[in-house]
């Protein structure tokens, strides 16, 4: 399992249980009750589920008097926007300058 | 194991070799033996990336004569892109809505 944190952002998104927690926290924070109540898996599961989102520091657990609240932290989502956008730019590029190169040869053809 | 295509992308992208290979192809398309080069890691190790890359549809094999080239494809990435546009985005109007609300706190507190 690589350990850097690009790639343990990439794994925690990697189940569709963690994006829908992200997703719920996405509209506001909730207590860890709240997210329970939306998923029919067990409270170990989804205390798990959690545990991987903290660990990549997407969610926050804050604990006032006896509510637990979790929050979302995009932060970590910075890296994964960088990243892909890079990937598609660098892609993009090279559409463009295959496209230009094609247009150059047509161009010497026809003259 | 999550199956969701969208997962497996994810799941793909979790690995700083699959990644460098993706860097690598994002600069123009190359040979197995190419890619194989920029790694101190065994053949069967790059063979088994390449072959979670092509699952997901970021990378394509193309074999002519004797060649076989690989390509990134990277159709996969619009929907990571969209999911974590998504939810960065939402976040960003939260805090406005968040800001919004304690400018009229504010204002309210002052007339």
Redo the contacts between chains.
């Keep these: 399992m690589?350990q850097?944190s690009?790639?343990?952002v990439?794994?925690a998104?990697?189940?569709?249980t963690r994006?829908a927690i992200?997703?719920r926290l996405?509209?506001?924070a909730a207590t860890v009750g709240q997210v329970a109540e939306m998923f029919a898996i067990s409270a170990p599961a989804i205390s798990q589920h959690l545990k991987v989102l903290e660990r990549v520091g997407l969610v926050e657990r804050t604990t006032t008097a006896q509510w637990r609240t979790l929050t979302?932290r995009?932060e970590p989502?910075?890296a994964?926007?960088e990243?892909?956008?890079h990937?598609?730019r660098?892609?993009d590029q090279?559409l463009d300058r295959l496209e230009a190169h094609l247009d150059t040869i047509n161009e010497e053809e026809y003259q």
């Design positions: 690589a850097d690009l790639s343990q990439f794994a998104l990697a189940d569709p994006r992200l997703s996405s509209e506001g979302l995009p989502l910075d994964v926007a990243w892909v956008d990937h598609r660098d892609w090279r």
